[in-house]
């Protein structure tokens, strides 16, 4: 079935940096755009950033422009997100998912708790 395993949260200072892990099994990943999507207490789930199957184009939320990099490996069925100059306002848990007509699938992973506090 269909699992997604993120890793990498944890706390940093502000202007501090991150780099998170989505391991995704249970589908053919490189048929899939990937996508990082955070939930902060009390909103919604939000689309940070996403990376196109094949040719890597990839799009970000205007928050996280210029600060986050998203970039996947085929061959490990991996997603990453760098984030650097981290701000409080990034503090959520970030889940991995496909991006498939402009929806999240079904299935979530348990996500990882990012934290930006001095």
């Known amino acids: 079935q269909v699992q997604f395993v993120e890793s990498g949260g944890g706390l940093a200072q502000p202007g501090g940096s991150l780099r998170l892990s989505c391991a995704a099994s249970g589908f053919t990943f490189s048929r899939f755009v990937m996508a990082w999507y955070r939930q902060a207490l009390g909103k919604e789930r939000e689309l940070v950033a996403s990376v196109s199957n094949l040719i890597f184009r990839t799009n970000y939320a205007d928050s996280v422009k210029g600060r986050f990099t998203i970039s996947r490996d085929n061959a490990k069925n991996t997603v990453y997100l760098q984030m650097n100059s981290l701000k409080p306002e990034d503090t959520a848990v970030y889940y991995c998912?496909?991006?498939?007509?402009?929806?999240?699938?079904?299935?979530w992973g348990q996500g990882t708790q990012v934290t930006v506090s001095s």
């Open positions: 998912n496909v991006l498939d007509g402009g929806k999240p699938g079904a299935v």
